[in-house]
Structure formats: structure tokens, C-alpha cells
């Protein structure tokens, strides 16, 4: 994307997907002044709630996408399984980020060589295409593992783990290209989300703890503890350089699992990122507005951390029919609820942010 200057107010901002990412980021362009309209099949869209049109079309209508750019003065997604195909239909000017970032981390395979050549480490991985290469990659890498889809996996899905090469027998390989990892001992999992301008500036939030349950965030928390805060800034080494080598504009977020020996690069979002929400009450500026600032051309906001103790967890499934219960805790409960119409077993319906200025 090359922009001249900011978008001045009321232009529209397009925002490919309509998950709740897209609707936290309609909400803060609209903070900005700006309009948004959506695209993205027929489903539970609730981005549609903040849009002021919202074009429900698939992914390879090529009129509809066509229509929907014509509308726009910037076009950003909200995920990272729109099909790069799907972008072509978009002039690239008005594009944030550029299309590669989706290519590289739609592809697990793909997605560890990029950062591994800017001197990322990751678990020890093969990719696995048949039964006998998921054989093989097992004997090579050993167990514990997982087994994971090449592409279009997020939040535990796609993914089989394998204690032991007794349970080899329960696992088929599902007939589509995957990627067997080996399991990395860590103390801890950890994000490192940046914001980089168009014009190469980044910015870095502070890196919060995340707790994973089934592959599923459930549970972000700040301060890190030291683990995090002695592996952090090579960890921003290679966001810093996979953001450059990139040429990206908006969020991007890459995960990491602390170990002995350092961090280990475990995947990247090209997006604003679950593990980011504190950052709504958090911090000086939000994932979710400097992503908006940085596809409109306009100057970063801080990313200074405002509390002293800041817990974010998610609501899951029918947790979410009682969640207003949540107003009446003592101290400062955000309540954030996603207005989604069915109550799934695993599906993120909302999420709480706690802050305090108490001591850990």
C-alpha cells in the first residue's frame, strides 16, 4: 500500500471477514471518524453490526469483491484465511497489509522457513503429504508431537496431538498436506504483537502470558513474569524483521513459547490478535485503533501499558448467557460481548478484561 497522505475523515475503510475482529475494528475506526463496510460469505457475520453496508458474497465473487473496493478508500482483513486470490480484485493502493503476508501464514510450512531465514528457531517440523510421510516424520521427530493441517487451522482446530507412538493408531493422516511437530518443553507462551506504519515506524506492545486450552486461547495476563521479560526483545528481533521483510502496514502478532534456550517461534497472525484485547482498556492506544491508524496512513499511537496487573480471559460457548454477571465484580471488569446468536461448545462468544494498580 502507498498512501501520499492520511485519509481524511469519513472515508471508508473496507475490512475483509465478519468475525469479531472486524467488528472491534470497525468500532475504532469509527473513534476516528471514519466508515467501514464489510465482505464475507453468508454466516454469523456480527462485523455487520458496525458496518454501514456489509456485502455478503463468496470469496471468488470477483463482481461483488470489485463493487465492494469501489466503495473504499483503504481495504484491510480481519483474518488470515481470506484467499489471496480474493485480493486481486482489490487495486493494491488501497490494500494494508500487502498480500504476502497472507501467502506466508496461510501456509504452516511456509510460514516457519520465512522466519527461520530471518533467524527465527522452531520446533523441529516435517511436512507430511501420506500415511508413510507421517510415519517417517514421526520416527525422524519422535513424540510427543502434533499433527497439524497445513492450512486453515486456528483455535484447536485441524490439529491431533500424539502422546506417544502408541497412539499412532488412533491418528490417520486426514488427506490434505499437514506439518507433524515435535513438542518444545517451555515454561510459558507469549505474544509479541507490533504496529508498523507505512512509514516503517513500529511500535510493540507489552508481551502478555497466554494460556492455551484445545489449542484455544483462554487466558492472557500482564506481567509476563521473568521468563517472558529476559526472551522478549529477540523475540521482537524477529517480529521486527518478518514486519520489515514483509513491507507490512497494520498489526501483526507473532507467537512464541519461552523455553531454556530462548524462544521459540510457534506462529504469526498477520492481524490484530486475540491475545492483544488488554489492550482495549490497557494500554495508551489499542491493537485495534493503531491497526485502523496504520491503514489510514495516520501517525501510531503509544503503546504504553496503563495498569499494573492487567487479566484477560475469554468467554467461551454458553458461559457467555451469564456473563453480565460479571458487571457486579468488585474493581474494574470490561465486559466485551460479541453479539453472536449462537452459544457454541468452543466458540469465543466475548471476552473480560480485569485491571488493577494492586501488586501482583
Known amino acids: 500500500m502507498s498512501q501520499q497522505r492520511p485519509l481524511p475523515p469519513g472515508s471508508t475503510i473496507g475490512i475483509l471477514g465478519g468475525g469479531q475482529?472486524?467488528?472491534?475494528?470497525?468500532?475504532?475506526?469509527?473513534?476516528l471518524g471514519y466508515r467501514c463496510i464489510g465482505y464475507a460469505p453468508a454466516g454469523d457475520n456480527v462485523a455487520a453490526d458496525m458496518s454501514a453496508d456489509f456485502f455478503e458474497n463468496g470469496w471468488s465473487d470477483n463482481a461483488a469483491l470489485a463493487a465492494f473496493?469501489?466503495?473504499?478508500?483503504?481495504?484491510?482483513?480481519e483474518f488470515e484465511n481470506v484467499p489471496v486470490s480474493a485480493l486481486e480484485a482489490i487495486p493494491p493502493e488501497r490494500l494494508a497489509p500487502h498480500p504476502k503476508a497472507l501467502e506466508v501464514a496461510q501456509d504452516r510450512l511456509n510460514e516457519k522457513r520465512f522466519v527461520e531465514e530471518l533467524g527465527a528457531r522452531c520446533a523441529p517440523y516435517a511436512r507430511v503429504e501420506s500415511d508413510e510421510e507421517f510415519a517417517r516424520a514421526v520416527e525422524r521427530i519422535g513424540t510427543p508431537g502434533?499433527?497439524?493441517?497445513?492450512?486453515?487451522?486456528?483455535?484447536?482446530?485441524?490439529?491431533?496431538?500424539?502422546?506417544?507412538?502408541?497412539?499412532?493408531?488412533?491418528?490417520?493422516?486426514?488427506?490434505?498436506?499437514c506439518i507433524y511437530e515435535g513438542l518444545v518443553d517451555f515454561d510459558t507462551?507469549?505474544?509479541?504483537?507490533?504496529?508498523?506504519?507505512?512509514?516503517?515506524?513500529?511500535?510493540?506492545?507489552?508481551?502478555?502470558?497466554?494460556?492455551?486450552?484445545?489449542?484455544?486461547?483462554?487466558?492472557?495476563?500482564?506481567?509476563?513474569?521473568?521468563?517472558?521479560?529476559?526472551?522478549?526483545?529477540?523475540?521482537?528481533?524477529?517480529a521486527r524483521a518478518t514486519a520489515d521483510a514483509l513491507g507490512y502496514v497494520g498489526v501483526l502478532t507473532l507467537e512464541f513459547f519461552a523455553t531454556n534456550e530462548g524462544p521459540v517461534f510457534n506462529e504469526?497472525?498477520?492481524?490484530?490478535?486475540?491475545?492483544?484485547?488488554?489492550?482495549?482498556?490497557?494500554?495508551?492506544?489499542?491493537?485495534?485503533?493503531?491497526h485502523i491508524r496504520a491503514v489510514a496512513g495516520l501517525p501510531l499511537g503509544g503503546t504504553e501499558t496503563r495498569f499494573a496487573r492487567i487479566d484477560m480471559h475469554n468467554i467461551v460457548g454458553e458461559d457467555a448467557l451469564a456473563a453480565h454477571a460479571i458487571l457486579a465484580e468488585?474493581?474494574?471488569?470490561?465486559?466485551?460481548?460479541?453479539?453472536?446468536?449462537?452459544?457454541?461448545?468452543?466458540?469465543?462468544?466475548?471476552?473480560?478484561?480485569?485491571?488493577?494498580?494492586?501488586?501482583?
Not at 69 to 77: E, F, G, I, K, N
Not at 270 to 289: C, D, K, L, Y
Not at 331 to 359: C, D, F, I, Q
Open 330 to 360: 468488585e474493581g474494574e471488569p470490561h465486559l466485551h460481548l460479541y453479539g453472536k446468536r449462537e452459544a457454541r461448545e468452543g466458540r469465543k462468544m466475548g471476552h473480560v478484561t480485569r485491571v488493577s494498580n494492586e501488586p501482583a
Open 69 to 77: 473496493a469501489s466503495q473504499c478508500d483503504a481495504v484491510t482483513w
Open 189 to 238: 507462551e507469549f505474544s509479541v504483537i507490533l504496529a508498523r506504519g507505512a512509514d516503517g515506524d513500529v511500535q510493540f506492545w507489552e508481551s502478555s502470558s497466554n494460556r492455551h486450552e484445545g489449542g484455544m486461547l483462554v487466558h492472557s495476563c500482564l506481567p509476563a513474569g521473568e521468563g517472558v521479560s529476559e526472551q522478549v526483545e529477540a523475540a521482537r528481533a524477529i
Open 268 to 290: 504469526m497472525a498477520p492481524r490484530v490478535h486475540n491475545s492483544g484485547h488488554w489492550t482495549i482498556e490497557g494500554a495508551s492506544t489499542s491493537q485495534f485503533e493503531n
Open 146 to 177: 502434533i499433527l497439524k493441517t497445513a492450512r486453515d487451522g486456528y483455535d484447536g482446530k485441524g490439529q491431533w496431538r500424539i502422546a506417544s507412538e502408541r497412539e499412532l493408531d488412533g491418528v490417520r493422516f486426514p488427506g490434505r498436506p
Open 21 to 31: 475482529l472486524g467488528r472491534m475494528l470497525a468500532m475504532a475506526a469509527a473513534q
